[in-house]
């Protein structure tokens, strides 16, 4: 009887409790990111785990020109976990040079468009205002072009009200909240035959 009440409990925590406060998180945090990236609308649903949330699409350019494009982020949901990590990159098999033309239709932050832009001449420091702390770009060796963009982010940086869906979270020891936050999908997979 104590297993069938754990085991119930455990999936009513789960599904009423787990999934709708990381999808707020997610949701908050996809809305602050907005000032940095562009995520256009109709791209498929992101990918959710524990560890990141991914977003892949094709973009084309003014020329006709496709870019693969993939844009993931850490939404640090552990309390040991202070950052968020945002990565725009270049999708696989994709041309730096038809990437570089899509990133002004992709990144709404000035400074950071610059820095992507013209790699060369970026300035290390971070402007005043910016809600992100550091930037980090990895460069294509043989034309200089931008191929992924790091930002990094305090979660400080997303205010109270996301600072309130973490603690709710917090709750959890790491190992239970990552059990909770997968059952829904294996029972899911479970009866559905997966």
Do not use: C
Request: proline fraction near 6%.
């Amino acid at each position: 009887m104590l297993v069938i009440t754990l085991i119930s409990l455990a999936i009513y925590i789960s599904f009423f409790k787990i999934k709708p406060i990381t999808l707020s998180i997610n949701n908050k945090i996809e809305d602050k990111l907005s000032k940095i990236v562009y995520v256009p609308k109709g791209v498929a649903r992101p990918a959710y785990n524990t560890d990141s949330t991914t977003y892949k699409w094709e973009m084309e350019t003014n020329q006709k020109e496709v870019a693969a494009v993939e844009l993931s982020y850490t939404p640090s949901f552990l309390k040991s976990q202070e950052k968020i990590y945002v990565n725009l990159k270049m999708g696989e098999h994709g041309d730096p040079s038809i990437f570089d033309k899509s990133l002004p239709a992709l990144i709404n932050d000035e400074y950071s468009l610059k820095s992507s832009i013209d790699p060369k001449n970026s300035n290390p420091q971070t402007p005043p205002g910016a809600i992100f702390e550091k930037i980090g770009l990895q460069i294509e060796d043989k034309k200089g072009k931008a191929v992924s963009i790091e930002w990094q982010i305090s979660k400080k940086e997303f205010g109270e009200e996301l600072a309130n869906e973490y603690k709710k979270l917090e709750k959890y020891p790491d190992f239970i909240f990552k059990f909770l936050y997968f059952l829904p999908q294996f029972l899911i997979d479970i009866f559905s035959g997966a």
